[in-house]
T-cell receptor, first 119, second 109 residues
Framework: GAVVSQHPSWVICKSGTSVKIECRSLDFQATTMFWYRQFPKQSLMLMATSNEGSKATYEQGVEKDKFLINHASLTLSTLTVTSAHPEDSSFYIC???????????????FGDGTRLSIL | QKEVEQNSGPLSVPEGAIASLNCTYS??????FFWYRQYSGKSPELIMFIYSNGDKEDGRFTAQLNKASQYVSLLIRDSQPSDSATYLC?????????FGPGTRLSVLP
């Protein structure tokens, strides 16, 4: 159980293009989803927390107009990288938090990630 | 002080040995603790979670939690070369889900 599907796996596109990445929880409902970025040999960097039906909360330094997040349902969140440039090339990973275990918050389950290359 | 700390490694152990990975956290109010494994170029994969003090075993993995000392560890018994990866400790303090920087484990055949 607790499967998170992320699509697409790879994107290669020209500078100035907007790219949409989808994140779906397949077998559970996720009120909260997270978007991360990871550069080679570096740690995960949280970009934003996405709550169903409300605006995403962005981490300091992440441009919300650049990285548009929509969490329209309990199973789907999308990240759109607008007017992408080569410096946006990275590995983008989404995660969804599964149900709580009593009073304890449930774990995050990760999608397979999207490798974005902007030429 | 960083919220979640891990030795970056690399930690090298011979095949068949026990690998011990440690993690300390700063927020005493933290309630939920998680271990993830991340292979190079892949996304993190949940291995175990633990909520209560003591040990929790799952196959070759054992998570240990000591809230008084604010540390959580992961033991991997009978280590295999396929266990070579970066292991991420994550702590949830009820408001934030914080990842450590990860420890790189190398299991030598």
């Amino acid at each position: 159980g607790a499967v998170v599907s992320q699509h697409p796996s790879w994107v290669i596109c020209k500078s100035g293009t907007s790219v949409k990445i989808e994140c779906r929880s397949l077998d559970f409902q996720a009120t909260t989803m997270f978007w991360y970025r990871q550069f080679p040999k570096q740690s995960l960097m949280l970009m934003a927390t996405s709550n169903e039906g409300s605006k995403a909360t962005y981490e300091q330094g992440v441009e919300k107009d650049k990285f548009l997040i929509n969490h329209a349902s309990l199973t789907l969140s999308t990240l759109t990288v607008t007017s992408a440039h080569p410096e946006d090339s990275s590995f983008y990973i989404c995660s969804a938090r599964s149900q709580n275990e009593g009073r304890y918050l449930g774990p995050q389950h990760f999608g397979d990630g999207t490798r974005l290359s902007i030429l | 002080q960083k919220e979640v700390e891990q030795n970056s490694g690399p930690l090298s152990v011979p095949e068949g040995a026990i690998a011990s990975l440690n993690c300390t956290y700063s927020d005493r109010g933290s309630q939920s603790f998680f271990w993830y494994r991340q292979y190079s170029g892949k996304s993190p994969e949940l291995i175990m979670f633990i909520y209560s003090n003591g040990d929790k075993e799952d196959g070759r993995f054992t998570a240990q939690l000591n809230k008084a000392s604010q540390y959580v560890s992961l033991l991997i018994r009978d280590s295999q070369p396929s266990d070579s990866a970066t292991y991420l400790c994550a702590v949830n303090n009820g408001q934030n889900f914080v990842f450590g920087p990860g420890t790189r484990l190398s299991v030598l055949p």
